[in-house]
């Protein structure tokens, strides 16, 4: 089976453009999460659907992100406009909710707003 | 609210020496514990977990991790360690409540492994 499934691996940017990140969960799975990686402040926590409802996005920095997920094999996550206090690496990972609940990622997307 | 604490940011080890990445956690309920491992550039992959059973919890790689209640610990063994098992290694906890779902990671520890 394909694992989760992330796209682009790296982006470059300028502050000010919009970055979408893209995130295809693992088939049969129905909770995804949007976690964000720097050495400052290690894993945090972005948003958690399930069943493609956002149930849980206190973690999303402020009103320039925002995450969709249209249906049970597609999400997104947009930064609107990007600032370089943005610049991390974003893992959306799968699960199975009733489950023991471990996690599966992606690969990751790297960002970088100069 | 659940925390876990990965006290060393950086092991090092000796290739063929047993290794230890020490995890303590602290969630209300009964404890959901994870360990899972990241290589440079690549994604977090699921090693082990301990759910309820033995306290002695065996996954991939050849890795183990012993469960302390009394002392909320969770710490990741592995008898004879391999310089392939340089990488940084995450802790997770989560609550084993029927409504939760948050993962809480710690910070991570270096494992390096030397030849």
Redesign the interface.
């Known amino acids: 089976d394909a694992g989760v499934i992330q796209s682009p691996r790296h982006e470059v940017t300028e502050m000010g453009q919009e970055v979408t990140l893209r995130c295809k969960p693992i088939s049969g799975h129905n909770s995804l999460f949007w976690y964000r990686q720097t050495m400052m402040r290690g894993l945090e926590l972005l948003i958690y659907f399930n069943n493609n409802v956002p149930i849980d996005d206190s973690g999303m920095p402020e009103d320039r992100f925002s995450a969709k997920m249209p249906n049970a094999s597609f999400s997104t996550l947009k930064i609107q406009p990007s600032e370089p206090r943005d610049s991390a690496v974003y893992f959306c990972a799968s699960s199975l909710r009733g489950t023991t609940g471990e996690l599966f990622f992606g690969e990751g997307s790297r960002l970088t707003v100069l | 609210a659940q925390s876990v604490a990965q006290p060393e940011d950086q092991v090092n080890v000796a290739e063929g020496n047993p290794l230890t990445v020490k995890c303590t956690y602290s969630v209300s309920g009964n404890p ?1 514990l ?1 360990w ?1 491992v990241q290589y440079p ?6 090693l082990l ?1 301990y ?1 309820t059973g033995d306290n002695l919890v065996k996954g991939s790689y050849g890795f183990e991790a012993e469960f302390n209640k009394s002392q909320t610990s969770f710490h990741l063994k592995k008898p004879s360690a391999l310089v392939s098992d340089s990488a940084l290694y ?1 802790c997770a906890v ?1 609550d084993s409540g029927a409504g939760s ?3 809480t ?4 520890t270096k494992l390096s492994v030397i030849p």
Do not use: A, E, S
């Not at chain 2, 550039?41 to 699921?46: I, S, T």
């Open positions: 959901y994870f899972y550039n690549r994604g977090l992959q699921f977990k759910i995450f989560r779902y948050q993962l990671f710690g910070k991570g």
